[in-house]
């Protein structure tokens, strides 16, 4: 797996005798040779002489290998619940207050201290045990109204993480010394940032909640992930590196998430483009695309090699406009839903 | 006989268009899903479905809405309603199915083995399911070009080789170098991908078979606290003179096994409040794993007090009786490689020797 042993196998490889199957490409070949010996060993004799009694050249078409780069920032933050979700779990949570024992009391809090006068006085406000699911008492006879009425506000997540803050807030008021001053409980930071309202595309602290991929603009205007040809003797991953270096910068703390690629595209020129030096065609591009995840840092275009003019940290929905249809339809697949 | 061959033949030799067919020619009533796609317009039966769910349409009166309280309603009723299937007890013992009597199943609340639940997405399903997932897959990808067939391995259990008569009939030998039959390693696909099974908290207390049970007590508990599970007790099986404990005579042990939402919750206390809080820990052994997929680590009594629901009131529990523990996590992993790949993307760090 590792890129050091490449020069060792391509030794290995000339040595070797070779399947010479042309659907295969050569790191496959030597992996196939590699693999069982025993099949390769009966066939070489024949597949010598074949390949030597080739004499003329055949001109094959060509395609450009790109190496690609979807360099990703995981979610940050749980994502949002739907309706149902959130009416679901508030539900049973209901459910197992009425299902489960009571909250042993005298384990948590000694008598006689402030902070079990605190209890008592919580638990006559909103007689359960549970912060987070409003005024509800399992064991009353009025048991059976456990269901939320419209308009409720005891469902949402912000809601009950406010209901916690306080209840801590009161908490600490109540069994401090200090009576003089109030004391303050951090709350959580919001799940909408600056730049989401902003929408600053160019902000890695946006879309916490999805996946965000790096876009580049070319110099024509085209969108699209950065990419560039593999040069000779270079695996592609060793591509995508330099290609992440040339065209993002090196302010980035990135991790190349394995050594193969997680998808691909194909472009085909209009017209095949004959080389007059060899007479060779070349009809397009194909582009592989090696996944990277971004740890630190922001992509930043001073020093690109590719004339590039821009770039932007996108979901996968908002990919969309910006791409051709046919690119989209190609990576959309290797792209995380959330 | 004749006649229908020749009619077979005239079929044939006709053009399409005059050959008679069994189905009416005329206006067809065959639906496709395809015809409707955008073209046509949404048929009636369609119409009448809400397209808004239930939770959020608000085609209620503000009025309406706030004037229903259930609880005046109930009050307000001269007569009582009659009783309904709320009323519902579950038959205590099980006595058969030709009983007339049955249990409901146990996913319905008024089952006596109904556990509510689940209470929450929690934060480390998700992050599993949207990054960790995907990013093994990918490490573990192995490219078979075309043409390649997989090299022929050798049986997992040898047969004997009939050099004596009594080979006959006997059972296949056992692997070449031990008689342990390791897990069968599939390749890793997007339907396998090793996640967390279940998590077990073990602690044995050496103190509950040499001094008294209190100090059971305070393990299970603290066990409790931090597991959301009831714990089960175990008794010694060997005898060892010198802890002072024979078999079947000392309980000397609690355990709790978690599943599903306690498992996950407890897992990301785990590795986001308490491991970054042990002081001086380099991690979890590298040689650590049974060698199938489960990785076990211990900690120590004033690591397990790290835990939030401890520290929240460690003052009731008694001072030097918190108990230590090994915890061991169960992912559907082959082997230990993956599982540690598995839990160092999810957060526990490895140290030393790596031992597949």
């Not at chain 2, 369609?46 to 259930?70: G, H, M, R, V, Y």
Request: charged share 25%; aromatic share 8%; hydrophobic share 35%.
């Amino acid at each position: 797996m590792s890129s050091g042993s490449n020069g060792a196998r391509r030794i290995a490889s000339v040595l070797r005798p070779s399947i010479a199957d042309p659907k295969v490409c050569r790191s496959c070949q030597e992996t196939l040779v590699r693999r069982n010996y025993s099949s390769a060993a009966a066939q070489p004799s024949s597949e010598s002489t074949s390949t030597a009694t080739t004499t003329f050249p055949v001109v094959k078409p060509v395609y450009t290998i790109n190496a690609g780069v979807a360099l990703s920032r995981p979610p940050q933050i749980t994502r949002d619940l739907s309706q149902f979700e959130k009416a679901y779990y508030f539900y049973q949570k209901r459910l197992n207050e009425r299902l489960a024992l009571p909250f042993t009391k005298y384990f948590y809090f000694k008598r006689g201290t402030p902070a079990d006068e605190d209890w008592k006085r919580k638990i006559r406000e909103r007689q359960t045990a549970a912060r987070d699911i409003g005024k509800y008492n399992a064991y009353s006879k009025d048991a059976w109204n456990d269901e939320l009425l419209v308009g409720a506000v005891e469902a949402e997540p912000e809601h009950q993480v406010e209901m916690l803050v306080q209840d801590a807030e009161a908490t600490v008021n109540a069994t401090s010394q200090d009576t003089s001053k109030k004391e303050e409980i951090p709350r959580p930071f919001p799940r909408v940032t600056e730049a989401d309202q902003k929408n600053d595309q160019r902000s890695l602290n946006r879309a916490l909640q999805r996946t965000l991929y790096l876009l580049v603009q070319t110099k024509e205007g085209y969108w699209r992930l950065p990419s560039s040809p593999v040069e000779q003797d270079e695996t592609l991953r060793l591509a995508a590196e330099r290609t992440l270096a040339q065209t993002a910068g090196v302010n980035m703390n990135t991790w190349m998430v394995g050594f193969h690629p997680v998808g691909h595209h194909v472009y085909n020129f209009r017209y095949p483009r004959v080389d007059k030096a060899n007479g060779t065609e070349h009809l397009g591009e194909k582009t592989f695309f090696m996944k990277a995840r971004i740890m630190a840092g922001q992509a930043d275009l001073a020093a690109n090699t590719q004339n590039l003019q821009d770039f932007k940290w996108l979901t996968k929905e908002e990919i969309a406009p910006y791409v051709l249809p046919q690119y989209y339809s190609n990576i959309k697949n290797m792209l995380a839903e959330r | 006989m004749a006649a229908s061959e020749s009619s077979r033949y005239l079929a044939r030799s006709l053009p399409r268009a005059f050959v008679p067919t069994a189905r009416p020619q005329g206006f067809c009533l065959r639906r496709n899903v395809s015809d409707q796609a955008s073209s046509k317009a949404a048929p009636a039966d369609l119409n009448e479905l809400e397209s808004a769910s239930s939770l959020t349409s608000t085609t209620l009166s503000e009025a309406t809405a706030k004037s229903f309280d259930p609880i005046a309603r109930t009050k307000a009723r001269k007569k009582q309603l009659p009783r309904s299937r709320y009323q519902f007890r579950s038959p205590k013992y099980d006595r058969g199915p030709l009983h007339p009597h049955q249990p409901p199943p146990p996913s319905d609340p008024s089952s006596r083995l109904y556990v509510p639940g689940p209470f929450s997405l929690p934060r480390v399903e998700q992050t599993y399911q949207s990054t960790v997932a995907s990013d093994i897959l990918t490490l573990c990808y192995v490219h078979n070009p075309p043409g390649f067939k997989p090299p022929p391995k050798a049986p997992r259990l040898r047969s004997w080789d009939d050099s004596s008569p009594y080979h006959k009939n006997r059972p296949l030998r056992g692997p070449r170098g031990g008689d342990v039959l390791r897990l069968l390693r599939k390749p890793i696909n997007f339907n396998n991908v090793p996640q967390l099974e279940r998590i077990t908290i073990h602690s044995y207390v050496k103190q509950a078979a040499q001094e008294n049970s209190s100090w059971l007590h305070v393990a299970g508990m603290a066990v409790q606290a931090i597991s959301n599970a009831r714990v089960e007790t175990f008794k010694s099986k060997t005898s060892v003179a010198t802890w002072s404990i024979a078999p079947g005579r000392d309980t000397v042990a609690v355990k709790a096994e978690l599943r599903g939402e306690d498992m996950l919750h407890f897992f990301g206390k785990l590795v986001d409040v308490v491991m970054p809080r042990i002081k001086d820990w380099e991690g979890v052994k590298g040689s650590s794993g049974d060698s199938s997929g489960n990785i076990t680590f211990g900690l120590e009594p004033e690591n397990v007090a790290l835990f939030p629901e401890i520290e929240v009131n460690y003052d009731m529990y008694p001072p030097k009786m918190i108990p230590g523990c090994h915890i061991t996590i169960h992912t559907s992993a082959k082997t230990d490689k993956d599982a540690r790949l598995l839990l160092s993307a999810m957060g526990i760090p490895f140290y030393g020797k790596m031992v597949d």
